[in-house]
Every structure is written in structure tokens, then in C-alpha cells.
């Protein structure tokens, strides 16, 4: 008894058997990253009530000018009515491509599946000018052909309006949508419908009443995703919206930052509003994917859900379907290829005797910013990557498996970044780091801490799920055998990991290079990255100069994985 | 056959000493997985500890593998403590040289046999000639010689059973730890494993910690059997002292008796005690040394140690057949005897209805368990 009770208070905690400088390196790893996650949304909540800089007296002239301003009242209408617009338009279009792709009998429903998911790698300024080359009003090919077919000048589309910009979010949207559902429509089991078939129930009742509300988490989880991004979505609002004149929350906070005279603390008030609204959407996301644990659906082996037949509409859907598809993909690429080859861009222009290698040329070889920006994008983007892959190995490991004291806290501070918008984190990581004297800020180590905190949940996702299909056993074996625990991570965790490690290294080195509402705010001209590169030509209007520059941002972020791909694993889950 | 004393040069078999160890889990610890266990593990010999899902076994491995660490105690193995709480001392797994194999057998996929085997020496520091002469000695050994360069999914179970064996007692551990090494396997592949392990510790004596919840398996295997129940220890013995003499109910009926009856003590001797009972007075011994004539008590019948005939007999109690099972090698019939329903296995072909009066006698010579609760 007294044994017992001595061991009841004077316990020492339990950690798996790792000696204790091992668990102090990762806690000491662990602390850092959660503090990097979350001061920028301390930060710009603390700049929206100071009058100057962070430390200044405390004021409320901001939330109330956020509040009086008409600019922002009218920038809040535009970013709520080209949010749920965009995310409508991708949840339709990514639910509807995924059951036809998935659960039909609609032909090249492989190919679609494909298609569909294509865009993710192509950065969304390929799309922005790819549909600026289609859709000018004036210059754009298809109004081009539209005017020579009804022989008068015809504006069929126009990308310069409220439904072009939420045409062009709602396309490069929808891929998203299209993966979080189409893996449950796949993976569904078949069992439950035929017992729901049996049951007497029609086809059309059975999708109503078994197929789609089996899938409501995840459709659920896709729809807060698509509103997360389309409300802090910066680059379509900032270059087709701003020339539309359309003012949307990020693009005003852009201009209130940046222009002359400058309103950080508006800028901030606003910031804070985005991060709100993010925030609320992430936590009812998390919601909606734990609850969907309930659903957890294990199809038998090999069982394949049955397809529904589509009969006369196989071939109608189809033709809707792929045109969609090549909306958001092969016809901007397509466009934008077309456009790098011109001499100049005009209404016909678009003749043989046009065609010019000249933009190339001068984009690649005299283009003073073209080198520098390719090589800080392509060092930041290495960097990043492997940053955020070995930060989540440590983060993971200490949640996982160390179940350190503070690992919920970790788990739900890791979150943060995927609520908050790249432009609210810039403004956030600007309020601290402008004030160090000789500090980092206006070097790269800024951006790459920017990039770092940004992406680290997305890596953290795709490791933990490897790291929950490792058998604690293999790493109890490796330590009974005689090996550390760094030595077991090294030769047992990162070899049988190793795909999961090098699809989600892909993934983060792909978007930080595209990536440009986060470090907009955090470059200067000794820094400038490949896609903030893209907006000075985008504002210079040489749109030829502009299509061979995006090219040069795709293929960079396209050659690590077609040479990693094969090795590598996608999917987090 | 290689001899595995040159497999394993420089041999160095330690006894593992346990004093004290509790572990608790939940909050303030008081669900109690291990509540003040101690036991002396003999250098050389094999230490089955035996008990069902719960009962603390895992957890003595584990902490003696240093894969937990426990609230209180001492564990030494050999000369060395591996873990003292008091004293704060704490060696990893890695510097405990153990050997250990585990229920998912636990073999790296991403790497060969040959690497699966040679990682305890890798980790130990050998060159590569060494450890290559060592893994292909064990894999002669172990009866995979020519397979080390295959991969983990492209071998059977039973040979990855081998290969994790192999990798356990490769690097001349100071004792090797068994974590239900055989409970994934099925029932006849456990059977021809189990002689394996027989026979390689009659080649091989090495310390072992055997943990399973298989009563065959702990007797068979075991030079002692630790009963264990709720964290604590229930029963020591040699086998064939924990299957005849079990101390308590539990263990009675962790080893397989179904038939617990009460009785009176009625005459003590020094080697046994006569206790009256439904089937009249029996011959039995026990563990507990207090007993006083006219002690109300329970005993174990083992269900083979009674015997019953149609024809009456002297001395027979009478009893009715309420269910005959016909199970293969023997029959099980089920007796009621003065409203005591007893189990009693039968070799015979012999079956009865359902209702038929018999007479039941205990076997000549049979000496049955007194428990002391």
C-alpha cells in the first residue's frame, strides 16, 4: 500500500522510453514552431487597435474606420458575393465531375478523373492569363472568333467583370473539391447501397438518401475549404479585379499597406476580419472531418460500387463535363502558350507572320529581374519544402508519439495557417519583424519563415497519417537492437515513410512557388520572388512577356515532379 | 548445425531482477497496470508469465525492454541496473542488451533479411565482414540460409518468425524477451513452432521472458511460470506445479479446471488433507499452511482426474448424466451430483443419454488441489 501510494505522487511521466535529451530537443523544436504558427494572428489583431506599431497606445480608430469606410463596406459586399458565388460554382462543378468520373457509366470517366485534378499544378496565374487571353473583352480569342462568326464586333465573355472573376476562382477551385470527394465516392460501400436498393429504395432515392448524405463530412469539409480560399483568394482579385475595378478585402488591404499614404492599422483592422471569418470556417472544418470518423466507410476487397448508368446522357454529360475540364487546364495553357509566341497582343494579332521567339528571348536572357526571381523562388521554394517536411517529422512525432504534455495544444495551434489568408499572415509577420533593427526583415530568411508558417500544417497533415501506419513495434525493435531513437527515426520512420515525405515535400515546394498574397507585403526589390516578378509585368500590361514569364513559373514548379513522382505518394490520407 | 555459443561468441547470460515495480495509468495513475511486482528471473532458464489480456504481463516485458517506463521499482539485469526510480536512473533500450520478439513479429519492410537480422550488430558497431559471417551463421541456424536477400512479404509466417527469432538472439543479448511470439500464427503452425523454440533452448540455453495467455504454450515452454492476475503475482511454480497444485481459484480456472467444489477439511496430515465433499472424501494438498479441521474450503477437480461407471460401485457417489460433447480425442460429460454440477472428461467411446444414473468415483491415487481462497 505505501508503495503504491508513493508511486501515485512522486511518479515520474511516463515518455515511451526516449532519454531525456531527446525529448527536450524535440520540445524545445516543437515550442518554436507553435510560437511561429500563432503571433501572426496575435499580431494583427494587436495592430488593428494601435494607433502606430505594435507597442503603441491602444486605439479602436481603426475597427471603427473599418466600419465607416465605404471602401470597405463595399470591398466586404464584393469578397462575400465572390465568395459564395466561386465556392457554388466549385462545389457543383467538383461534386459533379467527381460522381460522373467516380460512379457512372459515362465514357473517358478515367480521363476525367485525371483532368480534373490536373490544375492543382498549374499555378493560378497560368489561369488568370490564360483567361485574360480568352476572355479580354477586346483582344480575348474567343470574343476574336465570336466577332469573325457573326462578322460585327462581339463580346461573347469578358473575364473583366464580378462573373469572370468568380468564373476563373470557381475553376481553379474546384480540383480541391474534387479530391476531398471523389475518394469517399470511390471508396463507398457497396453493401449499403445494395441494401438500400433492396429495400425498395429508386436509383434517385438511393443517391438522396444513402449515397450523398454518407458523403456530407466530406462535402462539408470541401465547401468550408473552398470558402476559406476563395475570401482570402489575392491574385485574381488583385489583377483582374483591380483592373475591373473590383475591390475585394485582399486586394484593399494590399493597396492599404502599400500605397501612398500607407494604413497599416486599416489594413490590419481588415486583415482581422479575414482571419475571423477563416478561422470560424476552419474550426467547423475540423469538426465536419472528426465527426466524419463515424462514416468511416471500409469497402470489402476489390469490391467496386456499382455505376450508375447515365443512358441517353452518357454522351451529352461528357462533352459538359470535359469542357470543363478543359476550361481549367489545357485551354488556359493552351491560351497562354499562344500568347508567348505573339509579337504583340491585339485584336488578330494572332496571325503567322506575328509569330516572334523574341518574348522568349527577353524574358530569359535580358529580362533584368527574370534570374534573380527564379533563383530565390526555386532556393526559397527547396528550402521551404524541406523545412516544413522535417519540422512536421518532429511535430508529428512529438503529438504521435512522445504524446508530450502540450500535444493537443500543438495539433490545434497547427491549424491556424490553413484559416488564415496568405495576406492577414503577411501583415502579421510584418507588424514583428518590421521593428527588429538590422533584423531579417527585407531578407529572404523573412519570406522563408513566411513560406514555413504557412505550409507546415499542410506537410503535418501527410506525415502524421504516415507516421499512424508505422507500427510502434518496428521502432521498438530498433531500440531493443541496440539503435537511439534519432538513429531509429533515421533508419526505420524516414525510409518507410519515404513516399508520404516526398509527395507532401512536392506539394510545399509547388505552392510556395506560385504563392504570392503571403510575401507581397514581405519583399523588396533585393528579394523579389517569381511570382511577385509576375504582378510588375502584369501592371506593365507586355501580356506576350507576361505568358512566357507564368510559363517559366509552371515548367520550375513541374520538374521536381515529374522527376519525384513516381517515388512519391499524394494522398493524406 | 552451427553451433550457436560460436554464432553468439563471448556469451554473457544474466538473470533479470525485478523488485517492486508498479505502473499506473489514467489520471494520478490510479488504474494499476503492475502494482508492486517482483520476481528473480534465473540466468538461463525460461520465465513464462502467464495471465489473460489486462493482467500486467506486457507491461513486466516492456519495462524490463525499457520501451515504458514504470512509476516505482528496480529492475537489474545481471550486475547492471537498467532502471531504478528511486535513484533516478534510467538506461534506454539501446544500451540494455536485450534481445526481443515481438507478437507482430515486427520485421522492417523496407528492409531484407539479411539487414533484419544483422541490425542489432549494425547498431553494435561490428565491421561489415564480422556481421556478415555472423547473419549467415544465423541464417543457417534459423534454417533460411540462401533467403537473405529476400524481403519480409515475400516469406511465410513461420519463416518470419524465424527471421525476427534470428534477429533476437543475433547479437548475443543478455536475456530475450517474448512477447506472444506465437499468437499470430495459426493453430498448427504454433504447434511445430513451439517444438522449435523447445529445441533451440536445449542447443541454446539463454535467459528468456516468455509472456503469452496460452496455458500449453507456458507449459510446455517454461522451466517457471508466473501466474499473474490484475498486476499482481498469483502463483509461482514449475509447470507441472502450477497445473496440478494451482494456489488459487483464478489460477484454477486459468489452467483449465472447470470444476471448483466446496468442501470441509476433515482429517490434516503432513502430505495431505482429507476434505469431505459431494463426491465423498478426497485426498488433496494445497499451498496454505493454516488449516484447521472443520474448515469450510474450496478445491480444483481437474475434469480427468474423476471417473464414472453405469454399474454401481463401493465408495461411488451417484450422480445423473445431464449433457454428453463429444470433442474429438475425449468426451465431456457433464454430472449432476446432489445438485453439484461437475465436468468429467472421458477417454473412452462410451456415450450416454441425457438423465442416466451413474457412479461417480475420483481415479485411484489422484491427489487434488486445495486452494487457499
Known sequence: MTESGRAGTGAPRVRRGSS???HALFSVIVAAAVVMVSYPVVLVFLRSVSTGDIGSPLTLEWLRALADSGRSRDALINTAIYTVASSAFAMVLGVGLSFLSARTDMPGRKLLGLMAVLPILVPPFILVVGWVALGDPNAGLINITASSLMGARTIAVNVNTMAGLIWMTGLFLTPYVYLLVAAGFRNSDPAMEEAARVSGASRLRLLTTVILPLQRPALLAALLLVVIMSAGDFIIPSTVGLKARIYMLPSLIWQNSNSFPARPGLAAAQSMLLVVIGLVCIYFQRR???????????????????????????YPLAAIAFLFALCSSVLPILAVSAMAFMRFWAPYALKPENLTLRNFRYMLFEYPQVWPSAQHSVLLAVLGATLCVLLAVVLAWYVIRMRGRFSGLVEYAMVIPLGVPGIALGVGILSLWILVPGGIYGTLWILLLAYVTAYIPVAIQFVSSALHRIHTDLEDASRVSGRSLLSTIRLVNLPLMRPALIGSWLLVYVVILREISLVILLYNPSTIVLSVGLMDVWGSGFYPELAVYSLLLMVLGLVPVALLSRVAKFSAD | MADPRRVASNSEISGVS????????GLGGHLRALDDFTHEFPAGQCTVLLGPSGCGKTTVLRSIAGLITPDSGRIAIGSTIAFDAAAGIRIPPEKRHLGMVFQSY????????????????AASGLSKAEIQSKVEAMLEWIGLSGMGGRYVHELSGGQQQRVSLGRA?????????????LSNLDARLRERMRIELLALRQRAPFTSIYVTHDQLEAMTLGDRVVVMRAGRIEQVGTPEEVYKRPRTRFAADFMGIPNLIEGT??????????????????????????WHIGDRCTIALRPTLIAFATSRKADSRSGRVIRSV???????????????????????????NDGVEVAVTPVAGAIFALLDD
Open chain 1, 20 to 22: 531525456d535529451w531527446d
Open chain 2, 265 to 290: 477439511v476433515r482429517t490434516i496430515a503432513p502430505d495431505a488433507i482429507a476434505v469431505d465433499t459431494v463426491l465423498g472424501t478426497l485426498p488433496t494438498r494445497g499451498w496454505r499452511a493454516n
Open chain 2, 326 to 352: 463429444f470433442q474429438g480425442t475425449s468426451t465431456i460429460h457433464v454430472i449432476e451430483i446432489a445438485g453439484t454440477a461437475i465436468a468429467i472428461e472421458s477417454f473412452s467411446e462410451e456415450r450416454h
Open chain 2, 18 to 25: 525485478v523488485t517492486g515495480l508498479s505502473k499506473g495509468y
Open chain 2, 106 to 121: 515486427a520485421l522492417w519492410p523496407h528492409l531484407s533479411v539479411t539487414e533484419n537480422v544483422g541490425y542489432p550488430l
Open chain 2, 169 to 181: 538472439i543475433v547479437g548475443n543479448p543478455r536475456a530475450i524477451l517474448f512477447d506472444e511470439p
Open chain 1, 288 to 314: 465536419a472531418l472528426q465527426k466524419g470518423g463515424r462514416y468511416t466507410l471500409l469497402g470489402g476487397k476489390g469490391a467496386n460500387p456499382s455505376l450508375f448508368s447515365l443512358g441517353q446522357l452518357r
